[in-house]
C-alpha cells in the first residue's frame, strides 16, 4: 500500500490530515454534477417567480419563463416570420433575470420597463425601432401581473405569507357576504319597527321622508293628523327586539372581518396559540349571533326551543364547519428561533386540530455542529419535525425546497384549504453563507441529494398511506441516489462519460463549514481503491478497510478532482439513506411488509413434480414463415422510435421541434440524435411519472407513453389516465 494512499485512508478514519495533505481552504470546489449550471443568468430556469395578483387565478404564483413561453406562443407566428419577436421578448426575459439577480426589486410591469429601457439604450440605430416594435407588442399582450421574486432566504415566508392571503381573502368572500346580509335584514326589521311608532308620524320625521325639492309642497302637520290615527299596533314584543339589537350589535363589533380585525399572522407559536385560544369564546358568539340572526330573519326563532340551547352555547360547542367561518393562522419561523417551547406548541397544535398553519424554515439540512461549542445545531431536529408530525396523522404536512415551491402549488393550496392544522417545511440556504452556487442551485442540489427530499401527507385524500403520502416529486423516487451523466476529459484528453449518483456527500461541498470533511487525492491510486461515495455505502464491512470514499468535484479553473471525505460525512450520508428508505416504505417503493407478505404467498404454493418439458418444433405454417422472413429482414432507415402495440413508449422523433422540455426533465430516458431530435433513450432510467409528465410538457404532442413498466409504481391509475390522450399516435 503506498504512502499516499495509507495517508488518505487514515484521514477517513480520523478527520485528521496529514501535514503534506491538501484540503479545501486553498480553493473553492464545487459539486461536478452542478459544475455547467454554476453561471444561472446562462439559463432559462424556474426563476424568478412572479406572484400573481389575480386573485381568482388557480396558482399563487408562476415563472417568469412560464409567462414569457406563454406570451410567444400566443404572438409570435410559426417559423422565421416569428424568429426576430421571438428572438427580441427572449432578451427582455433575460435582461429581467438579470435585474432580479443583481438585487432590482417591483413587480412584473416595472421589471418590465426597466428592461425595455436598458434593451433600447444600447440597440444601434438599425436595431432600435424593430425591437421597439417587439417590445410593444409583448407589452399589450401580456396579461400577468404581480410582485417578481428570487431565490433567496426570504422566498419561503413571502411566497407563502401571498398564497395563505390569497386563499383567505377567497375563503372569507361567503362569511362577509353572510355576515352583510344578516346586518342588512335585521337593520330592515328594526327600521320596519320604528316606522309604526307615532313617533316615526311627527311632523319632523315626516319632512325627513321627503326630498328637499318637495318639502314646500306638503303640510306636514296637516299630514301628521291624518296618519297618525292609522298607526299600525303590531309591533315587535319588546324582548323580540332586545334580541335583535344584541344580535345586531355583536355582527356588527365583531372583529374577525373588516378593516379593524385581528392579525392572523405570526413569529411565534405560543403568541398564536394564545390568540387563538383567548379569541375562541367570541368566536362562540358570533357564531351563536348568526344563527339567532337567520332564525329571526325567517320568523323562526322560539324563545321556548331556543333560549335554553343558546344561553349554553359555548366554544366547546363550535363544530368543524363553524371553525370554517373565521380565517386560519399563519405561522412563520426559521429552526434558528425554534425551541422546545415551539417543539411542544406544534405537537399541541397538531393534536388539537386547530386551524393554525406554520412554515418551518430549515438551512442546516444536515444537521451540523456548531464550531464553537461542537453541539448539535437546531436543524438535526427542527428537520424531523416534519417526519414527526406525520404520526399523529391529523396534520397536512409538505417537505420541499425552496427551488421547488412554485412546481408544489398544488400541494400548498390543499393544506392552506385543509380544516385543521398545515406544517410546511421548507429548507431555504443561509443568508450568511458564502456559498460557491446560487441558492437555487444549492436548494435544488438538497433535494435531488436526498438530503431533504420532498413529500407530502394530506388525510384528506383517504384512508390510507397509498393515497395520502406522495414522494412522487422526487427524482427517481425508486432509487437509492438519483443518477447523472458526468462528461470529462481524462489525463490523456480522451472524452469520458460516467453515470454517477448524487449523494448528501456531494451536497456538503455546497456548505463551507464542512470543508474540513474533506481533502483532495491527488495522483493515481490502485484501481479499486478509490471508491465512489454511493458504492462504498454497498460495500460488506470486510470489503471496505481498505478503500476510501470520494466525490468528483470541480474547482475554480474547472479542472475535474476526486475529494476523499471523513467518516463522520460518510455517517451523514447513511443517516440520509437511512431517513430516505423510510421515506419510500411510506409511499410504497421497497416496502418490506409488502416483499415478506409476497414471499410467505409463494411459499405456500404447493410445487407437484412433474416432467421435464419437451421441445417439439412443428412445421412452420406459411403465414408464419412469412412473419419469420420479414423479421429477418434488413431494417429500414430508422426514423426515430417505431409506434409499439406492445405498450412500449416510443417518439416521433422527426416531429420533434428541439424544445429540451423532455430532456430537462430526465437526460437519462430522453435524449437528442445527430439531428437534434429527441429519442427515448432508457425507458428504464426513470418513472412512469416522467413519461406522463414528459408527454404532457411537449409543444407537439409527439411523446406516447405506454404502458407502466413498473407495476410497483404509486399512483398509476391516475397516470394511466392522464396518458390516454397521448397514447395514439398519426395513422
Known amino acids: 500500500m503506498s504512502v499516499e494512499l495509507q495517508d488518505l485512508i487514515n484521514f477517513h478514519l480520523t478527520g485528521q490530515r496529514c501535514a503534506a495533505a491538501t484540503g479545501l481552504s486553498e480553493t473553492r470546489f464545487c459539486p461536478a454534477l452542478l459544475a455547467p449550471y454554476r453561471n444561472l443568468s446562462e439559463l432559462r430556469y424556474d426563476f424568478p417567480l412572479v406572484l400573481l395578483d389575480d386573485e381568482d387565478s ?50 412584473l410591469g416595472e421589471l418590465w420597463q426597466a428592461a425595455e429601457k436598458s434593451l433600447k439604450a444600447e440597440a444601434g440605430k438599425a436595431e432600435r425601432e424593430p425591437l421597439g416594435d417587439s417590445l410593444n407588442t409583448a407589452r399589450f399582450a401580456l396579461q400577468s401581473s404581480g410582485v417578481v421574486v428570487r431565490c433567496d432566504d426570504r422566498l419561503p415566508e413571502r411566497a407563502l405569507t401571498h398564497a395563505w392571503q390569497r386563499h383567505e381573502h377567497r375563503r372569507a368572500r361567503g362569511t362577509l357576504a353572510r355576515l352583510s346580509t344578516l346586518t342588512i335584514r335585521l337593520r330592515n326589521m328594526l327600521r320596519v319597527d320604528d316606522l309604526k311608532t307615532s313617533n316615526s308620524r311627527t311632523p319632523s320625521e315626516l319632512k325627513k321622508t321627503v326630498g328637499k325639492h318637495f318639502k314646500d309642497a306638503f303640510d306636514f302637520e296637516l ?50 396559540l394564545k390568540a387563538y385560544t383567548d379569541r375562541l369564546p367570541e368566536m362562540a358568539e358570533v357564531v351563536k349571533a348568526m344563527s339567532i340572526a337567520e332564525l329571526e330573519c325567517d ?95 391529523s396534520a397536512f404536512v409538505l417537505q420541499t425546497t425552496a427551488a421547488y415551491l412554485a412546481r408544489h402549488q398544488g ?97 456538503a461541498l455546497t456548505c463551507n463549514e464542512l470543508s474540513q470533511h474533506f481533502t483532495v487525492a491527488a495522483g493515481d491510486f490502485d484501481a479499486g481503491k478509490l471508491v465512489p461515495v454511493a458504492d462504498f455505502l454497498a460495500l460488506a464491512a470486510g470489503e ?99 409506434p409499439a402495440d406492445d405498450g412500449e413508449p416510443y417518439i416521433e422523433t422527426p416531429r420533434c421541434t428541439t424544445c429540451d422540455e423532455c430532456t430537462n426533465r430526465n437526460d437519462r430516458m430522453f435524449a437528442y440524435d445527430d439531428n437534434k431530435q429527441a429519442y427515448i433513450k432508457d425507458p428504464d432510467a426513470g418513472t412512469y411519472r416522467d413519461l406522463v409528465e414528459a408527454a404532457e410538457l411537449c409543444q407537439v404532442s409527439i411523446i406516447h407513453p405506454g404502458m407502466p413498466r413498473n407495476p410497483a409504481e404509486s399512483g398509476l391509475a391516475e397516470l394511466v389516465e392522464r396518458a390516454k390522450p397521448f397514447q395514439v399516435g398519426p395513422d
Not at 233 to 239: D, K, Q
Open 58 to 107: 388557480p396558482a399563487f404564483a408562476d415563472t417568469l419563463t412560464g409567462i414569457i413561453n406563454r406570451l410567444l406562443r400566443d404572438i409570435a407566428p410559426q417559423g422565421n416570420a416569428g424568429e426576430q419577436l421571438r428572438r427580441h421578448i427572449l432578451r427582455l426575459e433575460g435582461r429581467i433575470r438579470e435585474l432580479v439577480e443583481n438585487g432590482a426589486q417591483g413587480s
Open 544 to 642: 471496505a478497510f481498505d478503500k476510501v470514499p470520494f466525490v468528483f468535484a470541480v474547482d475554480e479553473d474547472n479542472r475535474l478532482v476526486r475529494l476523499v471525505i471523513d467518516e463522520y460525512l460518510v455517517r451523514r450520508v447513511r443517516r440520509s439513506l437511512e431517513r430516505w428508505h423510510a421515506l419510500q416504505e411510506l409511499g410504497g417503493e421497497h416496502n418490506s411488509y409488502a416483499a415478506a407478505a409476497r414471499a410467505e404467498a409463494q411459499a405456500k404454493i404447493p410445487v407437484t413434480d412433474m416432467p421435464p418439458i419437451q421441445e417439439v418444433r412443428e412445421e412452420p405454417e406459411a403465414d408464419e414463415m412469412e412473419a419469420e422472413a420479414e423479421a429477418e429482414a434488413p431494417p429500414d432507415e430508422p426514423a426515430g422510435d417505431a
Open 223 to 272: 299630514m301628521a293628523d291624518v296618519l297618525g290615527d292609522s298607526t299600525p299596533r303590531n309591533h315587535l314584543p319588546a324582548e323580540r327586539r332586545a334580541r335583535i339589537r344584541e344580535v345586531l350589535g355583536m355582527l356588527e363589533k365583531q372583529r374577525f372581518f373588516g378593516e379593524d380585525a385581528y392579525r392572523f399572522l405570526f413569529d411565534s407559536l405560543p403568541t398564536a
Open 411 to 507: 400541494q400548498i393550496a390543499q393544506g392552506l384549504e385543509y380544516e385543521g392544522a398545515a406544517i410546511f417545511s421548507v429548507f431555504v440556504p443561509s443568508a450568511n453563507d458564502e456559498q460557491c452556487l446560487p441558492d437555487y442551485l444549492v436548494a435544488a442540489a438538497a433535494l435531488e441529494a436526498r438530503v431533504f427530499p420532498a413529500f407530502s401527507y394530506d388525510p384528506a385524500k383517504g384512508a390510507g398511506l397509498i393515497d395520502r403520502f406522495d414522494i412522487r416529486h422526487n427524482p427517481e423516487s425508486g432509487n437509492d441516489w438519483p443518477s447523472r451523466e458526468l462528461c470529462y476529459e481524462d489525463s490523456e484528453l480522451q472524452s469520458v462519460r460516467e453515470d454517477i449518483a448524487f449523494t448528501p456527500a456531494d451536497f
Open 299 to 393: 320568523n323562526a326563532y322560539s324563545p321556548e326551543k331556543h333560549d335554553n340551547y343558546f344561553e349554553r352555547f359555548g366554544p366547546d360547542a363550535l363544530a368543524p364547519e363553524d371553525l370554517a367561518l373565521f380565517p386560519t393562522y399563519l405561522v412563520t419561523l426559521h429552526e434558528d428561533d425554534c425551541s422546545t417551547l415551539d417543539t411542544a406548541k406544534l405537537m399541541e397544535i397538531v393534536s388539537c386540530d386547530l386551524p393554525i398553519k406554520v412554515l418551518l424554515q430549515v438551512s442546516d439540512a444536515l444537521g451540523t455542529r456548531k464550531p464553537s461549542n461542537l453541539e448539535l445545531h437546531a436543524g438535526s431536529y427542527v428537520q424531523q419535525l416534519a417526519h414527526t408530525l406525520m404520526a399523529p396523522g
